[in-house]
């Protein structure tokens, strides 16, 4: 007599595609930015000039052929598995490629961008969007002080209530330097301003940030003509302004040593792990060649790894990345490079990169083989014995 249950088998450092529930989610794009809680993943923007007939939607007020990019907000509920369009009505850029994305407690923060064509338009706001109430306006902060260039393609983060911009691009020129925004007074001042000095990094766009104390480092990137080392890292020390170049270690643990090659466009994310920040880099491209690869970066050590487990099904760049606190990966959207052709995506992946806690996995295990758990309202749940954060991630807001 044939059993009906199911096996699950947990698989960490395995890219995984998730599939969608419901008739809606977005469309193929790339160079949009994804950012996740610990319930949900949100994409803004992006950019597709090349929309399959069926993929066109009538009278869209979110893209149009003249305008190829997606005025767009969403929020993917990990649990449900359901996409949902946040409806904003006001505040939303008409530079919408290559913005940079973080988030800052319940708050998206949004900086730069260009608008269609590339660089003819940059933005140098600060856009915030609250996503407990998912309210539809975005908030434009309104700031004093010397404000950055309007570029895209920088990379952001927030730093003892001080938000950092760093890298970036107009179109036409790059640069490495470094802004940030005092949360508390709203007020901008350069951080460092490059001058052309030799240990200086050289400008860049696309490239990734990871941070650890005070120190952060810059991983890659490059300019519209080549890519950037990965295995020369400019580290910044926050606390005296100044930069130094490492270079980190190559994986000697396979029979023949093998090092990143350079690239941009790619993604990157960080955990916390008992042994320090390990930094994971997924795909990219180096204007010639487009990568399928994940390497881990143990920074304590600036030891890389090739993830001989963790291959993207196919090539892949001008995707983004996020990663929740209890260590999961996903990796959505970006051009697919198969064959001699492109084609833009709008997949999600999902990647474990650590063993998590054993109610994670039995979470996982339990909505692989029953998805419909996730529909249950919270006090079902936790009556069948569901941990009230596991909870309170199905039902977020």
Known sequence: MASNVKEFLFEPFKVIEVKFEGRKWPRP??????????????????????????????????????????????????????????????????????????????????????????????????????TKNCNNSLEILEVTGARPPGQYGQSIFCHNSYFYTIGGTNGHEYNCDIHRLDLRTRTWEPAFIGT????????????????????LYIIGGGTNEMAFELMEIPMFDLDNNTWSSLLPKPDD?????????????????????????????????????VFNDVWRLDLPELQWHLMQKSVLPNPLYFHSSAVT?????????????????????????????????????????????????ATLKKQELLNIGIPQHIVDRVHTG
């Open 29 to 130: 794009r790339s160079g949009h930015r994804i950012i996740c809680d610990d319930g949900n993943v949100y994409c803004f923007g992006g950019y597709n000039p090349s929309l399959l007939l069926k993929e066109i939607q009538l009278n869209s007020s979110t893209w149009s052929p003249t305008k190829p990019l997606f005025r767009e907000l969403w929020s993917f509920n990990v649990a449900t598995r359901l996409w949902k369009e946040h409806d904003i009505a006001a505040n939303m850029p008409e530079e919408l490629a290559s913005n940079a994305m973080c988030i800052n407690g319940r708050h998206l923060m949004i900086h730069g961008g260009t608008g269609f064509h590339f660089g003819n338009k940059c933005s140098n706001d600060v856009i915030v969007w609250n």
């Open 196 to 215: 052309g000095q030799d240990n200086e990094p050289q400008g860049r766009y696309r490239h990734e940030i990871a941070k650890a104390d005070n120190k």
């Open 253 to 289: 643990s396979l029979e023949k040593t093998i090092a990143p090659l350079p690239r941009k466009c790619h993604s990157a994310v960080q955990i916390d792990t008992e042994s320090g920040v390990q930094v994971f880099v997924v795909g990219g491209s180096d204007s010639e060649s």
């Open 325 to 373: 606190s209890y260590g999961c990966m996903y990796i959505f959207g970006g051009i697919e490079s198969l064959q001699n052709a492109t084609c833009r995506k709008n997949k999600l992946y999902k990647m474990w990169l650590c063993i998590p806690k054993l109610s994670e996995m039995c979470w996982e295990a339990l909505h692989s083989c029953y998805p419909k758990v």
